[in-house]
């Protein structure tokens, strides 16, 4: 189909963007790389009157270190955060997520902040991006602000970002020496995670996990942390049983979505068995 008529602006930087998403606040929509905004305009679900191309900045396209940082541009591709040796060397768990969304057009096309903005919650970056606990940079009207990942994602489509707000920038921590995997039961036509486990994990010395984080997309109406897992495995010697144990807490406290991919009990089934195998990838890598 094609999408209904619209008034298309082109900014050069992210000061002209934010006037006009403030002029235009009641009826416009961003577009970065297209790859949800475009399917859902030709469907004339999103019928905006002025679009505000983004691609244009070139101040948004980056990955660079930053002190024990990593900072990445809104506007890199998801082929970008694939192929980064920084983030393979010092986040690989953004690198390895990346590599599993879609195909290579929409990895091509496709950008980091469109994908945590749009907030869907199949998606696959909102889990590695809990898991990795980055922080967002949100540019408005009066200012820069930072938010912190677990209270980014509000819930269906639906992102704590104002409608006059900009995602700009993501923070992640530098951290060689973490163990990390994402494993995700794809839609088998667009890739899209039924459901999908990001962990980040580290052993001390003695072998005993030190740190856990487990981010979980799929399963509900936003991606979210599997804390109660999180807590049975922190200082644990990570030894099966145990975390066979600990992966039947993933849907404690969350309502499983039910859909035409999978039934609640599906996705809660899912979510355990792809915890466990999330958990033992990261330790063996
Ligand atoms: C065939 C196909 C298969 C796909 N498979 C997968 C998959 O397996 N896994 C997966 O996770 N995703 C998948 N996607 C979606 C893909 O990852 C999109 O790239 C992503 O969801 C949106 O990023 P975008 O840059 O294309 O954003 P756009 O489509 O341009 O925008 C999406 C939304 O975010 C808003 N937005 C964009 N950038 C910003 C910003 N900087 N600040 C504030 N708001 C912003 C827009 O206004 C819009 O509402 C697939 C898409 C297609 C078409």
Same mark, same amino acid.
């Given at each position: %189909?094609?999408?209904?008529?619209? &008034?298309?602006?082109?900014?050069?930087?992210?000061?002209?963007?934010?006037? %006009? +998403?403030?002029?235009?606040?009641?009826?416009? @929509?961003?577009?970065?790389?297209?790859?949800?905004?475009?399917? +859902? %305009?030709?469907?004339?679900?999103?019928? #905006?009157?002025?679009?505000?191309?983004?691609?244009?900045?070139?101040?948004?396209?980056?990955?660079?270190?930053?002190?024990?940082?990593?900072?990445?541009?809104?506007?890199?591709?998801?082929?970008?955060? &694939?192929?980064?040796?920084?983030?393979?060397?010092?986040? #690989?768990?953004?690198?390895?997520?990346?590599?599993?969304?879609?195909?290579?057009?929409?990895?091509?096309? $496709?950008?980091? !902040?469109? /994908?945590?903005?749009?907030?869907?919650?199949? $998606?696959?970056?909102?889990?590695?991006?809990?898991?990795?606990?980055?922080?967002?940079?949100?540019? !408005? #009207?009066?200012? &820069?602000?930072?938010? =912190?990942?677990?209270?980014?994602?509000?819930?269906?489509?639906?992102?704590?970002?104002?409608?006059?707000?900009?995602?700009? &920038?993501?923070?992640?921590? *530098?951290?060689? !020496?973490?163990?990390?995997?994402?494993? =995700?039961?794809?839609?088998? *036509?667009?890739?899209?995670?039924?459901?999908?486990?990001?962990?980040?994990?580290?052993?001390?010395?003695?072998?005993?996990?030190?740190?856990?984080?487990?981010?979980?997309? $799929?399963?509900?109406?936003?991606?979210?942390?599997?804390?109660?897992?999180?807590?049975?495995?922190?200082?644990?010697?990570?030894?099966?049983?145990?975390?066979?144990?600990?992966?039947?807490?993933?849907?404690?406290?969350?309502? #499983?979505?039910?859909?035409?991919?999978?039934? @609640?009990?599906?996705?809660?089934?899912?979510?355990?068995?792809?915890?466990?195998?999330?958990?033992?990838?990261? %330790?063996? /890598?």
């Amino acid at each position: %189909m094609i999408p209904a008529s619209f &008034e298309y602006f082109a900014p050069g930087s992210v000061k002209e963007a934010i006037e %006009m +998403l403030s002029t235009y606040r009641d009826d416009v @929509k961003l577009l970065a790389g297209g790859q949800s905004l475009v399917p +859902l %305009m030709k469907l004339r679900l999103a019928k #905006p009157t002025y679009v505000i191309d983004l691609s244009r900045i070139a101040d948004l396209n980056y990955i660079r270190p930053e002190d024990d940082t990593i900072r990445i541009g809104a506007l890199a591709t998801h082929a970008q955060v &694939e192929q980064s040796e920084l983030l393979k060397r010092d986040c #690989p768990l953004l690198s390895q997520t990346a590599a599993t969304i879609g195909d290579v057009q929409v990895r091509n096309q $496709g950008t980091i !902040g469109g /994908s945590l903005a749009h907030a869907d919650p199949a $998606g696959d970056l909102p889990a590695a991006i809990l898991a990795v606990e980055a922080e967002m940079k949100a540019s !408005g #009207p009066s200012g &820069e602000r930072w938010i =912190k990942a677990e209270d980014f994602f509000v819930g269906f489509l639906t992102s704590c970002l104002q409608p006059d707000e900009i995602l700009t &920038e993501i923070k992640v921590p *530098a951290s060689r !020496g973490s163990k990390t995997a994402y494993l =995700k039961a794809a839609q088998r *036509a667009s890739g899209f995670a039924v459901v999908g486990v990001a962990v980040r994990l580290e052993l001390g010395k003695d072998g005993l996990c030190e740190e856990i984080a487990i981010g979980v997309t $799929g399963v509900a109406d936003k991606a979210y942390r599997a804390t109660s897992v999180e807590k049975i495995l922190k200082g644990s010697s990570l030894e099966a049983a145990l975390v066979q144990r600990a992966a039947a807490e993933a849907t404690r406290g969350v309502d #499983p979505l039910e859909d035409i991919n999978g039934s @609640k009990d599906y996705r809660s089934h899912l979510a355990r068995v792809y915890t466990v195998r999330a958990i033992q990838a990261a %330790m063996a /890598s």
